[in-house]
């Protein structure tokens, strides 16, 4: 149990860290909090203090400009993969003594790469800064880069990337992401492409680590319990010995964005993925602001229901993108329809009322990014690495309180992700392009390679499981679940067991809670909106739920079983009989399909019950499936007939078993489960 341990009291110190900070008189934190106390090594090493005394425990990140601005020309995924490796052994440690010196610490260290940099976090007791900035340091001066972990890592990304490509609303998004920023490498997928990952070299990646990772283009900043002097001490003697220049950074094209409307033909994809899209101003310009606040108008009601808007920002440009589904029979009313609510929303700007309110909405979300002391450095660092004076967090509520929309007359651009053959009427959208991509993803491939006779085979299976599972008409009378059990997970070759809710309600409202020892997490999916709250002992943390959270939540609420089934049933889904196999010895049949949300999915079907036993995700190019849930002890409660017993497997190895002990279908709802909690400086003091 001692790693167990270990993984839970790293687990309890990022919630820690994550601590709200201290607030002004109007909600806002204080002058004090928000401004750090610098210093510059002799390396050239910027190194800035938050000092929060009384917060026990210290959060680290060390901020690099080697993040994809900092790629060349068919470089992408070479910041993301030297990234990785820099945690993956050192000359002194191996990747195994790395983790175990962190355990042993109870710290935790995560890395990150964004568009304009790379990134390392640290979180640990304040006791325990020295130790842990030690280690930190030894991953970045002196990384291995030893071949087993570059050959093990590139087979997890290139898993990662198969994962990517059955799910139509991730590729929607990488692909007008690429489209919005051309040449420039902010366009650059951020994990790469499997074409460039099969031909990458570790040389390549030591040779990134040795021009771009360098003191002189660094920041680190630490946030906690600690004295400045103590912080600058800690630094100068474990980073100090740092050496070297930062090599030129690479030509870039100029931000320059397409025009029009272009179409990525996905043709296993169920659905289109809508997304138009705005270039703004980079986060440095005064500009930036107004843009901010168009994205709260754009919230606050400009936009056709379902849709929402995102804005990401880096230091050369930002990419406002509204986005929406449609069935692909419907995409040219969707798609103009939200082309013309953002158009008219940058033509004509929110005013009076309704910029007043956008502001406020902008200023109160604003709070949200410092309220932790991860989510300061976070915010801080970002606003530094775009080139912001030291003190741009002091003067940021205020310019989104003063921010002005943008007046444009730019049409915004269109992509359509989505089957091109089930496209109606595209022409009344203007003239239409293609975009082409280095290869067909795979959920095409593998949905197009079924033969009719596959089809109808997999058809006949799919209604034999629903009348197994209850009927159709049991299974769509079904609107709320309640499910509550024990909840094993395994880490590390030991078991570590807590408790696990589902509440579920369609059409789009989740709560799943687990519960080890003192530690509370719990998320939530309420139509738009969603967030997490992680509580320890009489610590509190919420975070709200951005667009790839709310998209995993929807993920969670649609892999239950009547979800899956009804998924499958429907008249206008690609399932197909992919096979007979076996599972734990009884055999079975196995159906394929396309989920809205879960992407390619594999069913497979007791041969003689019909059942439902196991159902996988995530298959990788090469077509191995990396997620399954297999599911046994079936009971019947409101004519349905449910599991009780699942363990999940990933790569072959189980990593948790639940036991269901309460099942409740269509009862009484909780509503105090959807107001969202007020947490302030860590304390619960209500709900919104």
């Not at 568009?115 to 990384?143: H, K, T, W, Y």
């Amino acid at each position: 149990m001692i790693r167990a341990r270990a993984l839970l009291a790293g687990g309890f110190l990022l919630a820690m860290a994550l601590a709200p900070v201290r607030a002004g008189a109007e909600g806002a934190p204080g002058r004090a909090t928000l401004t750090p106390i610098a210093r510059t090594l002799s390396n050239g090493l910027r190194v800035v203090v938050f000092p929060r005394p009384g917060a026990r425990v210290t959060q680290i990140q060390l901020q690099v400009a080697a993040g994809l601005r900092a790629e060349g020309a068919s470089q992408d995924g070479l910041a993301f993969l030297t990234a990785q490796m820099v945690r993956l052994g050192t000359t002194s440690r191996s990747a195994a003594d790395f983790q175990t010196g962190l355990d042993t610490l109870g710290a935790t260290l995560a890395v990150s790469v964004t568009r304009d940099a790379a990134q390392i976090a640290a979180g640990c007791r304040a006791s325990e800064f020295e130790s842990v900035l030690e280690i930190m340091s030894d991953a970045v001066v002196n990384p291995a880069f030893a071949d087993e972990a570059f050959q093990n890592l590139r087979r997890q990304i290139a898993g990662q990337l198969g994962t990517e490509a059955q799910n139509p609303a991730l590729l929607a998004d990488e692909r007008a992401t690429m489209l919005a920023f051309g040449a420039h490498p902010y366009g650059h997928a951020p994990r790469g492409t499997l074409a460039l990952l099969l031909s990458a070299n570790r040389d390549q990646a030591r040779g990134f680590h040795r021009d771009r990772w360098r003191p002189d283009v660094s920041v680190l900043a630490i946030a906690g319990d600690i004295d400045p002097q103590r912080a600058f001490a800690g630094a100068s003697e474990w980073f100090g010995r740092w050496a070297g220049k930062a090599a030129p950074e690479p030509a870039r094209a100029a931000v320059a964005g397409p025009k029009g409307v272009w179409v990525s033909d996905l043709p296993g994809s169920p659905v289109t993925e809508v997304r138009a899209l705005l270039l703004g101003p980079g986060r440095g310009d005064p500009a930036y602001a107004g843009w901010a606040v168009l994205r709260e108008a754009l919230e606050g009601g400009a936009l056709p229901a379902g849709s929402h808007s995102v804005l990401s920002a880096g230091r050369d440009a930002s990419l406002l993108m509204v986005s929406a589904v449609a069935r692909p029979e419907s995409t040219a009313a969707v798609a103009a329809s939200v082309r013309e609510a953002l158009r008219s929303a940058t033509a004509s700007p929110a005013s009076g009322t309704a910029l007043d309110q956008a502001r406020k909405r902008a200023a109160q979300g604003w709070v949200f990014t410092v309220e932790s002391l991860g989510q300061l450095l976070s915010s801080w660092l970002a606003g530094d690495g775009a080139g912001l004076p030291a003190d741009h967090l002091e003067t940021a509520a205020a310019a989104l309180r003063a921010g002005t929309p943008p007046q444009l007359a730019a049409t915004p651009v269109l992509l359509l992700a989505g089957p091109a053959a089930r496209m109606k009427d595209l022409s009344r959208l203007g003239r239409i392009d293609t975009l082409r991509t280095e290869a067909e993803e795979p959920m095409a491939v593998r949905a197009a390679s079924f033969s009719p006779e596959q089809r109808k085979r997999g058809r006949q299976l799919i209604d034999a499981a629903v009348l197994a599972h209850g009927g159709a008409q049991k299974l769509k009378a079904v609107r709320r679940t309640e499910q509550a059990g024990d909840l094993t997970m395994s880490i590390g070759g030991h078991d570590l067991t807590g408790e696990a809710r589902y509440f579920r309600e369609d059409p789009a409202r989740l709560v799943y809670t687990t519960r080890f020892l003192e530690f509370e997490h719990r998320q939530v999916l309420d139509g738009e909106r969603g967030w997490a709250l992680s509580t320890a002992g009489d610590s509190a943390t919420l975070v709200p739920s951005d667009s790839t959270a709310l998209f995993s939540l929807r993920a969670i609420l649609e892999a239950d079983l009547v979800h899956l089934l009804r998924a499958a049933s429907d008249p206008a889904s690609d399932v197909a009989f992919a096979g007979r196999g076996m599972l734990d010895g009884a055999a079975c049949d196995q159906v394929e399909f396309t989920a809205r949300v879960n992407g390619r999915v594999r069913l497979s079907l007791d041969a003689t019950t019909h059942r439902v036993i196991a159902m996988e995700l995530q298959p990788t190019p090469q077509g191995a499936w990396r997620d399954r849930r297999k599911w046994s002890e079936f009971t019947q409660i409101e004519g349905v007939w449910w599991p009780r017993r699942e363990a999940r497997e990933v790569d072959g190895e189980t990593v948790s078993r639940t036991m269901l002990r309460r099942f409740f279908v269509n009862g009484p709802v909780d509503t105090t489960l959807f107001k969202r909690p007020l947490v302030i400086r860590g304390e619960i003091r209500g709900v919104e």
